[in-house]
């Protein structure tokens, strides 16, 4: 089978995902795997992946998304304040949403990812200007549990999930 690895990753870890869904595809013919754009024309499988950015895929997945036609797709993705399957169900709805008609969503995968230190600077920064916030508090949680993520489970788990899509 020909398959394209196409992801966008800021601070990599989208990209250790890409890596571990590569491995799991060996003995297949692997034509595009990287960064948007690709040429993905001759792949059958396509596994497009992104961090979550405000909530759905980066504009760089977005118009990769946009250009497919009679593909099979395999989403992926990592987000900050995945802590909750529920979460990760709603960004799955909202990455297929950006897949156009004639594609088919064969199935999709998201764990939880670190975030730049930043991040949490500006989260306390928030939390000092108003300190009995409870949303600025849930927030500097989910960062620090966000810190090792994605973990080996969550790499074995990508790796479940790109043997899946291939037999799908």
């Known amino acids: 089978m020909k398959i ?3 992801f966008d990753s800021q601070t990599g870890n989208t990209a250790q995902v890409a890596q571990a869904i590569r491995t799991a595809c060996e003995g297949h013919d692997i034509v ?4 948007p754009p690709q040429n993905v024309d001759q792949a059958e499988l396509v596994f497009a992946g992104s961090w979550t ?11 990769f998304l946009h250009s497919l036609y009679g593909k099979r797709v395999a989403l992926f993705g990592t987000a900050g304040f995945g802590i909750s ?15 156009p008609k004639g594609n088919q ?6 764990c939880t990812g670190k975030m730049p230190q930043a991040v949490r600077d500006r989260y306390e920064a928030q939390l000092k200007e108003k300190p009995d916030d409870a949303k600025f508090k849930s927030m500097i949680q989910a960062f620090d549990l966000a810190l090792t993520h994605p973990d080996q489970n969550d790499l074995d788990q990508a790796a479940d999930f790109a043997r899946e899509a291939i037999k799908a």
């Open 4 to 6: 394209a690895i196409v």
């Open 32 to 35: 595009a795997f990287g960064p």
């Open 53 to 63: 950015d405000k909530g759905t895929l980066t504009p760089a997945m977005q118009e």
């Open 85 to 99: 399957e529920l979460y990760f169900a709603s960004l799955s709805d909202r990455f297929k949403g950006e897949v």
């Open 105 to 110: 969503v064969v199935s999709s995968f998201f």
